[in-house]
């Protein structure tokens, strides 16, 4: 399996700064997301601590680890090097007044060969379109999601609520936090969406199903859904990064004819 990936960070229509923070390492297959919130400018300092140290850190072992490291040794690398970030922000908010309270949303994924590891924090998703049809991967740590758990609002009335961005789980706020981590069987033609929620809020499932399903270049979808975001108000920072899966056809068919087979 071979992998083509995209980022794309924009601040939106309303807002002066942009607090996302978006990195890719694309050597070791690593995305990392991140949605920063805080005063000031503490929310950029949070979401760029998050993705720098992450993608360094955990880079860094799997370049040590090789293509084989297993789904158990990845989890146990991802909860470390993120329980490290957290710390990272923690003292860094406690140590200044002005990064008081910050703390930053994060959703990761490693791609390895038919796999994806994948772990987040908070309401910053990750989607994956299979054929036509668009799945939400990630369960939000919100408020939210949990009104919608307990059955006492529907999704509907959650789309319109004015709590629906109150995380209960963020990086940097506390001193330790847990971070979800689930595998994914990886099939060719997949492509995944990590966002923000600047573009979630902003574009339906319908309207991005109808983008990652269509025939342009990753790269223009990626610019598509921003554009999306922001003609549909573009209320918040918008963040995607969209990888591709594709089985290596071309390598393999040399090889087979290197074989004759």
Same mark, same amino acid.
């Not at 996302?20 to 949605?35: F, K, P, R």
């Not at 000031?40 to 300092?45: P, S």
């Given at each position: 399996m071979i992998y083509e990936f995209c980022t794309r960070t924009d601040p939106?229509?309303?807002?002066? !700064? !942009?607090?996302?923070? &978006?990195?890719?390492? %694309?050597?070791?297959? @690593?995305?990392? @997301?991140?949605?920063?919130?805080?005063?000031?400018?503490?929310?950029?300092?949070?979401?760029?601590?998050?993705?720098?140290?992450?993608?360094?850190?955990?880079?860094?072992? $799997?370049? *040590?680890a090789g293509r084989h490291a297993s789904p158990r040794e990845v989890r146990r690398a991802m909860e470390i090097c993120v329980d490290n970030a957290n710390r990272s922000i923690f003292n860094a908010a406690n140590s200044n007044p002005q990064y008081s309270g910050m703390g930053t949303t /994060? &959703? /990761?994924?490693?791609? *390895? %060969?038919?796999?994806?590891? $994948?772990?987040?924090?908070?309401?910053?998703?990750?989607?994956?379109?299979?054929?036509?049809?668009l799945t939400q991967i990630t369960r939000d740590h919100s408020l939210m999601q949990e009104q919608i758990d307990a059955g006492l609002i529907t999704p509907e009335q959650a789309a319109t609520s004015a709590n629906k961005n109150l995380v209960t789980r963020a990086l940097g706020v506390e001193d330790a936090v847990l971070l979800e981590v689930n595998e994914h069987k990886v099939e060719s033609g997949d492509i995944y969406m990590m966002c923000s929620d600047g573009l979630s809020d902003m574009v339906d499932d319908e309207g991005v199903a109808k983008i990652l399903g269509s025939d342009a270049s990753l790269e223009q979808k990626g610019a598509q859904l921003i554009d999306a975001a922001n003609a549909n108000g573009g209320r918040d920072n918008i963040s995607v990064l969209l990888a591709l899966a594709n089985t290596d056809s071309k390598k393999r068919g040399l090889i087979s004819r290197l074989l004759g087979k």
């Open positions: 939106g229509r309303a807002r002066g !700064n !942009n607090e996302d923070s &978006v990195a890719l390492d %694309e050597a070791t297959c @690593l995305g990392v @997301l991140a949605d920063g919130m805080g005063g000031y400018n503490a929310g950029e300092i949070a979401s760029g601590m998050a993705t720098a140290f992450i993608k360094s850190e955990l880079g860094r072992w $799997l370049v *040590q /994060l &959703v /990761l994924g490693v791609f *390895q %060969e038919g796999r994806l590891m $994948l772990g987040h924090i908070g309401d910053s998703r990750c989607y994956r379109i299979r054929g036509s049809e």
